[in-house]
């Protein structure tokens, strides 16, 4: 049975929890540190066999000549996901899923923003004008539409619950062809299915998908084109899945209706960005308010893999070959 002899942890923990991961690691060492804390990183990455890191990989962290696990106590791992880690037989691991319900509440409040109209009646409220048109009497709710969600891990299953509470059909874009609660029909990658009658049908377009090489612009000119021009787009995913400049030659010319876009292909989003004076386009900086439980629900995921580690068996939330992603790297 494989044993960690030493860990380093560079993620932000209360006492409590400091307490409780270092009990889980027993018998070994734990070195904590925050993680700009480089010197101590530096030094301690090259004895330990485990890394809990707040952060992403890194060149630092890769020096270490002993990592067996690294663990990312994240959402993605498209940052970290490099081929080097294949290479040296590195297990790692996220705690994807830590904010999926609020990701979920996140994607729900673009769709109920743009159907209903925010920005114009926010608009309407600092004019001080009753913005009771006859295009606003003729709008329809989000009851019976259909969403078509593209990526069911635990984001997009948490949509998909959502959506079903206003009565929505819920279609679904998976590698796997496996049917989720929730989902009325899946369009599968390894079906090889195409996204054509997915997008030709969905009034909501929500992306919940990693980042990786197959991924990456998922939605691009052919894509759009499929759109129906009363289609809104959610991204909840990485900016890269989109690309951003067919995006917005579809949102100038009528191609869609709107979009609510919580992350871009180069963040900050540049000032000089056309999508800042689009009134059908909602912009968040990629963030996303807390769950009450954020950290512990992050923790879960490490505590499940440490078990893993030392019995054997499958590890939760791993990276495997297909979420290699290269592609975003080479064009930088």
């Known amino acids: 049975m494989p044993e960690i002899h030493s860990a380093l942890v560079t993620t932000y923990l209360t006492p409590e929890n400091q307490?409780?991961?270092r009990k889980a690691l027993e018998p070994a060492e734990v070195i904590f540190c925050i993680p700009n804390?480089?010197?101590?990183i530096a030094e301690a990455i090259q004895k330990v066999d485990v890394a809990i890191l707040n952060s992403d990989v890194d060149d630092l962290i890769l020096t270490g000549p002993n990592l067996r696990w690294i663990h990312c106590c994240r959402a993605g791992?498209?940052?970290s996901a490099r081929p080097e880690i294949f290479e040296r037989g590195i297990i790692l691991t996220s705690s994807s899923g830590r904010s999926a319900p609020a990701l979920a509440e996140h994607a729900l409040m673009f769709m109920l923003s743009l159907t209903y109209d925010i920005p114009l009646l926010m608009k309407a409220k600092s004019e001080h004008r009753w913005a009771a048109t006859r295009d606003y009497f003729y709008k329809t709710g989000m009851y019976g539409k259909t969403i078509g969600i593209l990526g069911l891990g635990k984001t997009g299953c948490e949509v998909a619950r959502l959506a079903k509470m206003f009565d929505m059909k819920v279609l679904g874009w998976r590698r796997s062809t496996e049917v989720p609660e929730n989902v009325d029909a899946v369009y599968s990658a390894d079906?090889?299915?195409?996204?054509?009658?997915l997008l030709e049908a969905s009034d909501y377009v929500v992306l919940c998908a990693e980042l990786n090489d197959h991924t990456w612009h998922t939605l691009g000119k052919q894509e759009f084109d499929w759109m129906k021009p009363s289609a809104f787009v959610i991204n909840m995913g990485r900016g890269e899945l989109i690309?951003?400049?067919v995006m917005?030659?579809?949102?100038e010319s009528g191609k869609i209706a709107g979009a609510g876009l919580d992350t871009f292909e180069v963040e900050p989003l540049p000032n000089e960005s056309p999508l800042w004076d689009m009134e059908n386009v909602l912009i968040t900086p990629h963030i996303t308010p807390r769950l009450p439980d954020r950290d512990e629900r992050a923790l879960e995921y490490v505590y499940q893999n440490i078990v893993a580690y030392r019995k054997g068996s499958s590890f939760v939330n791993r990276l495997t070959q297909s979420g290699?992603?290269?592609k975003g790297r080479v064009k930088s």
């Open 191 to 197: 079906r090889q299915d195409s996204l054509q009658q």
């Open 243 to 245: 690309d951003e400049p």
């Open 248 to 251: 917005i030659e579809a949102l």
């Open 77 to 79: 791992l498209d940052k």
């Open 19 to 21: 307490e409780q991961l």
């Open 37 to 40: 804390d480089t010197e101590i």
């Open 324 to 326: 290699i992603f290269t």
